[in-house]
T-cell receptor, first 116, second 113 residues
Framework: EAAVTQSPRSKVAVTGGKVTLSCHQT?????MYWYRQDTGHGLRLIHY???????EKGDIPDGYKASRPSQENFSLILELASLSQTAVYFC???????????????FGPGTRLTVL | GDSVTQKEGLVTLTEGLPVMLNCTYQ???????LFWYVHYLNESPRLLLK?????KRTEHQGFHATLHKSSSSFHLQKSSAQLSDSALYYC???????????FGKGTSLTVIP
């Protein structure tokens, strides 16, 4: 079964501090994604990557950086955390190739980030 | 650009009644690939069902949906709600590059006895 893990599972950060959220997948998938989930907004794409050492901006990239050092690992970095970044963050992976039938995204358990 | 609209943010139903969660989409491409994801509390979102074929019903775990390209809709239905169906449901559109999903805002379904 596909496996996506995230760490930490929850974090409390101070405004202006640096936060790094990590994601690891053992699916051998090329594509990895970072989403944030907020009530009333659903899942919104922050950054994604389709190959190691390359990242792409999603729909709401401002205030976030991403890093993909290897196929298995994808990090989300908040250089200067702000109150508005309090949310639940989900990482996901997908094959990304082979068309529609292989497009299913597999999600991690989420990281609850609270910025005070 | 592409987008997905889920009209209802919150739906509360009595057990045994039918479920219908609305999903409409907008895309500039002729092909449309639609998905429903379900997110149970304290779990990860996971795929419930998907479709790319116009007017063909797709079913999984008691839920079903039919993609209607003429009305750009992909509503999720179930004949009889169960308490265990309480969850957050996301409709999603896959872009034609098969890489990015556009998620709706989600519908929180609560089933009560």
């Amino acid at each position: 079964e596909a496996a996506v893990t995230q760490s930490p599972r929850s974090k409390v950060a101070v405004t202006g501090g640096k936060v790094t959220l990590s994601c690891h997948q053992t699916n051998n998938h090329d594509y990895m994604y970072w989403y944030r989930q907020d009530t009333g907004h659903g899942l919104r794409l922050i950054h994604y990557s389709y190959v190691a050492d390359s990242t792409e901006k999603g729909d709401i990239p401002d205030g976030y950086k991403a890093s993909r050092p290897s196929q298995e690992n994808f990090s989300l970095i908040l250089e200067l955390a702000s109150l508005s970044q309090t949310a639940v963050y989900f990482c996901a992976s997908s094959s990304g190739t082979g068309g529609y039938n292989y497009a299913e995204q597999f999600f991690g358990p989420g990281t609850r980030l609270t910025v005070l | 650009g592409d987008s997905v609209t889920q009209k209802e943010g919150l739906v509360t139903l009595t057990e045994g009644l039918p479920v219908m969660l609305n999903c409409t989409y907008q895309t500039i491409y002729s092909n449309a690939f639609l998905f429903w994801y379900v997110h149970y509390l304290n779990e990860s979102p996971r795929l419930l069902l998907k479709s790319s074929t116009d007017n063909k019903r797709t079913e999984h775990q008691g839920f079903h949906a039919t993609l209607h390209k003429s009305s750009s809709s992909f509503h999720l239905q179930k004949s009889s709600a169960q308490l265990s169906d309480s969850a957050l449901y996301y409709c999603a559109l896959l872009n034609t590059g098969y890489q990015n999903f556009y998620f709706g805002k989600g519908t929180s379904l609560t089933v009560i006895p």
